[in-house]
């Protein structure tokens, strides 16, 4: 069956990227989308945005031009890229797959803070 | 942009009520609704799609219905398994509702 493994710092510096990886078990990472949500401490979910496997990407209009979204399908793998860091973006951070615009499978996520 | 309003915020219930849990939209968002539960320190799972279909593996006691602006999400039977978080997630633009937390009374 197929499982995602978030990797990456978690500890970023105000300023700086935050970046992470997803690597996709047990199937290939085409053919469907792949997606980034977060949750800070105590709250809620937030989309960050996705990557569908034909090249189009989107994201949420929140986090205006700080993301890219990028796969590597050599890796089997997702990527996440955040510039500009602040301690807002402190979260528990989820890649998932996503399918006719449902989240069916996630990861177990990774906790990033945001702090110098 | 479509703003997804659940309530309550939290319920307080015990084992084996009938639990629902409403979502209600900013403006019509036709049946693409879907539904996910969450535990404490764990991933969230997705229980319903397109309103009433029930992913595979979930218990049969979880039903989801609704149109146009509101829909809800109804525990026929509530286990011990089921008090968690649940969360409703609107197709466009992929926004989540608050989330409800179901706890014991």
């Known amino acids: 069956q197929v499982q995602l493994q978030e990797s990456g710092p978690g500890l970023v510096k105000p300023s700086e990227t935050l970046s992470l990886t997803c690597t996709v078990s047990?199937?290939?990472?085409?053919?469907?989308?792949w997606s980034w949500i977060r949750q800070p401490p105590g709250k809620g979910l937030e989309w960050i945005g996705f990557?569908?496997?034909?090249?189009?990407?989107n994201h949420n209009p929140s986090l205006k031009s700080r993301v890219a979204i990028s796969v590597d399908t050599s890796k089997n793998q997702f990527s996440l890229s955040l510039n500009s860091a602040t301690a807002a973006d402190t979260a528990v951070y989820y890649c998932?797959?996503?399918?006719?615009?449902?989240?069916?499978?996630w990861g177990q996520g990774t906790m990033v803070t945001v702090s110098s | 942009d479509i703003q997804m309003t659940q309530s309550p915020s939290t319920l307080s219930a015990s084992v084996g009520d009938r639990v629902t849990i409403t979502c209600r939209a900013s403006q019509s968002i036709s049946g693409w609704l879907a539904w996910y539960q969450q535990k404490p320190g764990k991933a969230p799972k997705l229980l319903i799609y397109?309103?009433?279909s029930l992913q595979t593996g979930v218990p049969s006691r979880f039903s989801g219905s609704g149109s146009g602006t509101e829909f809800t999400l109804t525990i026929s039977s509530l286990q011990p398994d089921d008090f968690a978080t649940y969360y409703c997630q609107h197709y466009n633009n992929y926004s989540f509702g608050q989330g409800t937390k179901v706890e014991i009374k």
């Open positions: 047990g199937g290939p990472v085409g053919r469907y989308s």
């Open positions: 397109k309103t009433s």
């Open positions: 998932v797959r996503g399918v006719s615009y449902v989240f069916d499978i």
């Open positions: 990557f569908y496997y034909n090249g189009t990407t």
